[in-house]
Nanobody
């Protein structure tokens, strides 16, 4: 099974992008999907996730109010809409899927929770 992350690109500060994470058939059903990013010279960090159980959404502090994660079950795709992008958002963005169920949401901030990963898509915010 492959996750396909796409939608990255070059955007000016203040601009927007929508990333997509697609998978075959109904693979993303009943899975929590997360977005992570790796900025130049930094470790990969969690950005957002949408839970399998109730589609509740969670964001890191830097993403709150600017990013929106959503799921289209018919298209078997999860999106990350990113608004008001800033140079510090420059990174390779990865989507990942987990079939683990936790009542404590912090587990979903840990990349070890996710068994399936997309290949990453580059987001560059620069004027």
């Amino acid at each position: 099974v492959q996750l396909q992350a796409s939608g990255g690109g070059l955007v000016q500060p203040g601009g927007s992008l929508t990333l997509s994470c697609a998978a075959s058939e109904d693979f993303l059903d009943y899975k929590t999907v997360g977005w992570f990013r790796r900025a130049p010279g930094k470790e990969r960090e969690w950005v957002s996730f949408i839970k399998a159980t109730d589609s509740s959404t969670y964001y890191t502090d830097s993403a709150k109010g600017r990013f929106t994660i959503s799921r289209d079950r018919a298209k078997n795709t999860v999106y990350l809409r990113m608004n008001s992008l800033q140079p510090e958002d420059t990174a390779v963005y990865f989507c990942a899927a987990s079939n683990s169920y936790y009542s404590v949401n912090t587990y979903y901030q840990d990349e070890k929770t996710y068994a399936w990963w997309g290949q990453g898509t580059q987001v560059t915010v620069s004027s």
